[in-house]
């Protein structure tokens, strides 16, 4: 029964980040086919397609992490931890309204801002639990690193 908890427990893990990411596609999918393409752009933006392949990679990474922070539940006190990480969670899931939903990167980059440090506060708490967990998060940051400056040339290039 106890691993049939935890399995359970990372599979809604997943299910709550792939979740993100569909709410996401859902404010993308109209933006993304005219007023995205038609906006200047650095020439280092990535090509489209792949946004979606590292998106799914690193929603899982996130999944498995806030799993191996949870699953140190009895030992250690996780609640902060995961609060943090559902609370960068729903700013992640905020930017694509904003920036794609409501077709202002400005919105978009405040917001990218805020994960930016979200992601941050969660995976220095992550690392206090689980340095698999932290690790885990690395690339997610460097991602919405990349994302922010990429948001932040966007708006200049386009206000």
């Known amino acids: ?17 792939i979740a993100i990411s569909g709410l996401g596609a ?9 007023w995205y393409p038609a906006l200047q752009k650095p020439v280092w933006t990535p090509p489209s397609w ?10 899982l990474m996130m999944a498995v992490a806030a799993w191996l922070v949870w699953r140190r539940r ?9 609060g943090l990480f559902f609370i ?17 990167p400005l919105a978009g980059l405040l917001n990218i801002a805020l994960l930016w440090a979200a992601i ?9 639990i689980s340095s698999t967990a932290a690790a ?16 932040f040339a966007i708006w200049n290039l386009n206000r």
């Open 26 to 34: 859902l404010f993308t999918a109209g933006s993304v086919q005219q």
């Open 1 to 17: 029964m106890k691993n049939s908890n935890s399995t359970a427990m990372l599979v809604l893990f997943v299910v709550a980040c």
């Open 120 to 128: 941050l506060a969660t995976l220095i708490a992550f690392r206090r």
């Open 136 to 151: 885990l998060l690395v690339p997610y940051w460097l991602w919405v690193s990349y994302a922010s400056a990429l948001n």
């Open 50 to 59: 792949l946004f979606g392949p590292v998106w799914t990679i690193l929603y």
């Open 74 to 82: 009895k030992s250690v006190h996780v609640k902060g931890a995961l």
């Open 88 to 104: 960068q969670l729903a700013i992640n899931a905020a930017w694509s309204p904003l920036f794609f939903g409501l077709q202002n």
